[in-house]
T-cell receptor, first 111, second 115 residues
Framework: AQRVTQPEKLLSVFKGAPVELKCNYS??????LFWYVQYSRQRLQLLLR??SRESIKGFTADLNKGETSFHLKKPFAQEEDSAMYYC?????????????FGRGTQLTVWP | KAGVTQTPRYLIKTRGQQVTLSCSPI?????VSWYQQTPGQGLQFLFE???????NKGNFPGRFSGRQFSNSRSEMNVSTLELGDSALYLC??????????????FGPGTRLTVL
């Protein structure tokens, strides 16, 4: 069965500290993995996806198929990074329109 | 491009009533997906419509239904409302086509409260 697990509900770091938001998944096949972010009073938006292997706002995420993980990392957290982060998974083909979300991690970056 | 819009933004209903929520996708997008967000269950997929056909369905009872019109606008209906249906209902639109990024763009949501 498809499942996305984010073990930390809350995560707090100080400005300038490294941050890592954990995500583990289970899926029979080759999924696509995403990180979505929701800033206060804003709508859910895509942060990054594993297939593009890009860095957005200083965040990166590497898909580790052996450990079935897709952790989100940033070397130096900023106060504006405070938000709710969701890891999500999608299958291929006809299930393109269906995302499986983790429960989310609320990141707070203290000044 | 205008973003995904949802109406109404807030709704208060009583148990037993029914409700219809509306979602207008980004122009050119043919896929609309619906999600229910609650503190207890998080974000859960309800269903997806593509070119007026339901393409995917989540594990929700038959009280939850939807449809999509020829202009890609979508509605979801919940009949015989229960207290547990209180949630934020999000819709997301995308091209729905394979071969591209097919990014889902989310609307602001409709907050449904059932009393």
């Amino acid at each position: 069965a498809q499942r996305v697990t984010q073990p930390e509900k809350l995560l707090s770091v100080f400005k300038g500290a490294p941050v890592e938001l954990k995500c583990n998944y289970s899926y029979s096949g080759s999924p696509e993995l995403f990180w979505y972010v929701q800033y206060s009073r804003q709508r859910l938006q895509l942060l990054l996806r594993h297939i593009s292997r890009e860095s957005i706002k200083g965040f990166t995420a590497d898909l580790n198929k052996g450990e079935t993980s897709f952790h989100l990392k940033k070397p130096f957290a900023q106060e504006e990074d405070s938000a709710m982060y969701y890891c999500a998974l999608r299958g291929r083909g006809s299930t393109l329109g269906r995302l499986y979300f983790g429960r989310g991690t609320q990141l707070t970056v203290w000044p | 491009k205008a973003g995904v819009t949802q109406t109404p933004r807030y709704l208060i209903k009583t148990r037993g009533q029914q409700v219809t929520l509306s979602c207008s996708p980004i122009s050119g997008h043919r896929s609309v997906s619906w999600y229910q967000q609650t503190p207890g269950q998080g974000l859960q997929f309800l269903f997806e419509y593509f070119s007026e056909t339901q393409r995917n369905k989540g594990n929700f009872p038959g009280r939850f239904s939807g449809r999509q019109f020829s202009n890609s606008r979508s509605e979801m209906n919940v009949s015989t409302l229960e207290l547990g249906d209180s949630a934020l209902y999000l819709c997301a639109s995308s091209s729905g086509l394979a071969g591209g990024y097919n990014e889902q763009f989310f609307g602001p949501g409709t907050r449904l409260t059932v009393l």
